[in-house]
């Protein structure tokens, strides 16, 4: 694991991130390996052992948690890029704290009349021809919703999408049916939120969230 000299870093939040990107590259397909050993790294990388390793095929995902940027780790990334890039296969993820865990992050629970207008709303995007727009619209309604049933105030935390729809599951407040239903639209949401421009979202994949949403407030 490379550290820079004055980095200040927080184990618990790094165990925090791994353990998210853990889910979500296994939510992909990838096997994954935190603090991997050195014989499943290359070679050609000499003592160098990243934070993480995820697998799949002949793909091999070197995954670095940072705090935040400086320019020391900059520099010792642009030198790990540039042996990977001889190799086919292997490439560098660098994921930086500071954007994915704030302590100050307060997510309050939404008011019932606000998960419905979200509902119209993403409704609305998907007929203006504004799916992928209407589709994160919907999981971010959906997240809401389960916040609004449990009347959860989230404090600095982040979860999973695949952690949303099980304890969406767990609780009760989904079926059987709408949780596979949910589950497989998490690469579509993934690939979207990660910038996978070319992807195409229909109607259909729309409505299985928005319709979750719907049945979980009528239970309230």
Not at 69 to 97: C, I, P
């Amino acid at each position: 694991m490379m550290v820079s000299p004055n980095q200040q870093w927080n184990s618990n939040a790094e165990s925090r991130i791994i353990q998210d990107l853990e889910r979500t590259y296994r939510e992909q397909g990838f096997s994954f390996f935190s603090r991997p050993k050195s014989k499943m790294i290359p070679s050609f990388l000499g003592t160098y052992i990243p934070d993480a390793l995820a697998i799949k095929g002949s793909e091999h995902i070197l995954i670095e948690v940072k705090l935040k940027q400086n320019s020391t780790s900059e520099r010792m990334f642009a030198d790990l890029r540039r042996k990977l890039s001889g190799h086919k296969g292997w490439k560098l993820n660098v994921v930086y704290a500071a954007g994915l865990l704030e302590d100050d992050l307060i997510i309050e629970v939404p008011r019932a009349n606000l998960l419905k207008e979200r509902v119209i709303e993403s409704h609305d995007l998907a007929g203006a021809g504004h799916t992928a727009a209407a589709f994160l619209l919907a999981w971010a309604t959906l997240e809401a919703t389960l916040n609004f049933r449990n009347k959860t105030v989230l404090k600095g935390q982040l979860r999973a999408p695949g952690q949303i729809v099980q304890t969406l599951s767990m609780n009760g407040y989904i079926d059987e049916a709408t949780e596979r239903s949910l589950r497989n639209l998490l690469q579509l949401r993934n690939k979207i939120v990660h910038g996978d421009l070319s992807t195409t979202v229909s109607g259909e994949d729309i409505q299985v969230i928005l319709d979750a949403v719907t049945d979980i407030l009528s239970s309230d």
